[in-house]
T-cell receptor, first 111, second 116 residues
Framework: KQEVTQIPAALSVPEGENLVLNCSFT??????LQWFRQDPGKGLTSLLL?????REQTSGRLNASLDKSSGRSTLYIAASQPGDSATYLC??????????FGAGTTVTVRA | GAGVSQSPSNKVTEKGKDVELRCDPI?????LYWYRQSLGQGLEFLIY????????KSGLPSDRFSAERTGGSVSTLTIQRTQQEDSAVYLC??????????????FGSGTQLSVL
């Protein structure tokens, strides 16, 4: 069974600092990996999707890397803003549809 | 609609009662997923529908849980004889191109279920 771990569970940084969120998974035979953002009382918003053959994906201030052999992914958020405050979830799929989620990292960006 | 719609947004029920949760996926999305998010835990896969194929029900926690999808669109998750441990946020998601490895999931805002 795929186990997904996210460290740290919570993170508080001053505005402008870069964020580094970590995700590890136990089974390296993955189909893809996704990073999601969840705001309180809201659903999840997909941020980045990395296919198993890729090593990274970038969107604006966000960059996610994937190292399948070591079972790790890192989400970088450059020049953080208060609007980046949310819970970030990592999810891996071992087939074409079933995702295994981590418990998330709750980020607070202080103005 | 523009996004995945779920109703009700909140549901409070008494232990032992049945509840129905509804999900309206994005128009044209052939794949539909139900997940459960319990307090302090990660999302738990419940069930997956893809077109006219038999659904993957492997994540349903007990036979009190069932789901159907009518006409390849709207889905209903039913929980019979609710228990307090069923209290959670139930999230629905849909996607356009399953099986390619590049599809993104679009989630609804969820139904917060509280069983007293």
């Amino acid at each position: 069974k795929q186990e997904v771990t996210q460290i740290p569970a919570a993170l508080s940084v001053p505005e402008g600092e870069n964020l580094v969120l970590n995700c590890s998974f136990t089974d390296s035979a993955i189909y893809n990996l996704q990073w999601f953002r969840q705001d309180p009382g809201k659903g999840l918003t997909s941020l980045l999707l990395i296919q198993s053959s890729q090593r990274e994906q970038t969107s604006g201030r966000l960059n996610a890397s994937l190292d399948k052999s070591s079972g790790r992914s890192t989400l970088y958020i450059a020049a953080s803003q208060p609007g980046d405050s949310a819970t970030y979830l990592c999810a891996v799929s071992s087939n074409d549809y079933k995702l295994s989620f981590g418990a998330g990292t709750t980020v607070t960006v202080r103005a | 609609g523009a996004g995945v719609s779920q109703s009700p947004s909140n549901k409070v029920t008494e232990k032992g009662k049945d509840v129905e949760l509804r999900c309206d996926p994005i128009s044209g999305h052939t794949a539909l997923y139900w997940y459960r998010q319990s307090l302090g835990q990660g999302l738990e896969f419940l069930i997956y529908f893809q077109g006219n194929s038999a659904p993957d029900k492997s994540g349903l926690p007990s036979d009190r849980f069932s789901a159907e999808r009518t006409g390849g669109s709207v889905s209903t998750l039913t929980i019979q004889r609710t228990q307090q441990e069923d209290s959670a946020v139930y999230l629905c998601a849909s996607s356009l191109r399953p099986g390619t490895g590049v599809e993104k999931l679009f989630f609804g805002s969820g139904t917060q279920l509280s069983v007293l």
